[in-house]
């Protein structure tokens, strides 16, 4: 059983820049949620995504934005950069059954950092 | 959102047990205490969670006060690998949206 994995590990980009971070679900899951760590602080949600539609945003600006895939798989997108956009983004996939809370498995991350 | 509190950080010996306190005294009938924890420079992992009834898993053991408003997690011994960041945290049953606080920092001395 393969786990959650994220691509790129690490990103700089500049301010203004777009970004697009990867994310594959754990086998067998419905559902992803991505979230943003700054450092030294706990993860904040930004959104989850199940069965390819947002079902629940936090509280981000619309230049975050999100797709599932048929795949489960997902990609996070921020439209111009802010500095304040350096962070860890985490991405975690649970599967969502019967409106039954499961566990949330979190991928490693990646680490961007605006310049 | 009901908000959960917990100790900064707190240490503790190898092999001795460990108990990680959190207080949600905003608890409501629904809410749901769950427990994950942060190992560095990785994502944050499930540990346990519970309703009413203390909860054993192979990771650790979950003891929830009567009046749902307080609850410690217990590592019966604790190893260097269980230095990590504890957060508690609560959610509805059909609540998808892991609200994280600051959570305790757990310092693992040999």
């Known amino acids: 059983e393969t786990g959650v994995t994220q691509s790129p590990t690490h990103l700089i980009k500049t301010r203004g820049q777009q970004v697009t971070l990867r994310c594959s679900s754990q086998s067998g899951h419905n559902t992803v949620s991505w979230y943003q760590q700054a450092l030294g602080q706990g993860p904040q949600f930004i959104f989850q995504?199940?069965?390819?539609?947002?079902?629940g945003r936090g509280n981000f600006p619309p230049r975050f934005s999100g797709l599932q895939f048929p795949n489960y798989s997902s990609e996070l997108n921020v439209n111009a950069l802010e500095l304040d956009d350096s962070a860890l983004y985490l991405c975690?996939?649970?599967?969502?059954?019967?409106?039954?809370?499961?566990?949330?498995?979190f991928g490693p991350g990646t680490r961007l950092t605006v310049l | 959102d009901a908000k959960t509190t917990q100790p900064n950080s707190m240490e503790s010996n190898e092999e001795e047990p460990v108990h990680l306190p959190c207080n949600h005294s905003t608890i409501s009938g629904t809410d749901y205490i769950h427990w994950y924890r942060q190992l560095p420079s990785q994502g944050p992992e499930y540990v346990i969670h519970g309703l009413t009834s203390n909860v054993n898993n192979r990771m650790a053991s979950l003891a929830i006060a009567e009046d749902r408003k307080s609850s410690t997690l217990i590592l019966h011994r604790a190893t260097l690998r269980d230095a990590a960041v504890y957060y508690c945290i609560l959610l509805n049953n059909a609540g998808n949206m892991l609200t994280f606080g600051g959570g305790t920092r757990l310092m693992v001395k040999p």
């Open positions: 995504y199940y069965r390819e539609e947002e079902n």
């Open positions: 975690a996939s649970s599967l969502l059954f019967r409106e039954t809370y499961n566990e949330q498995f």
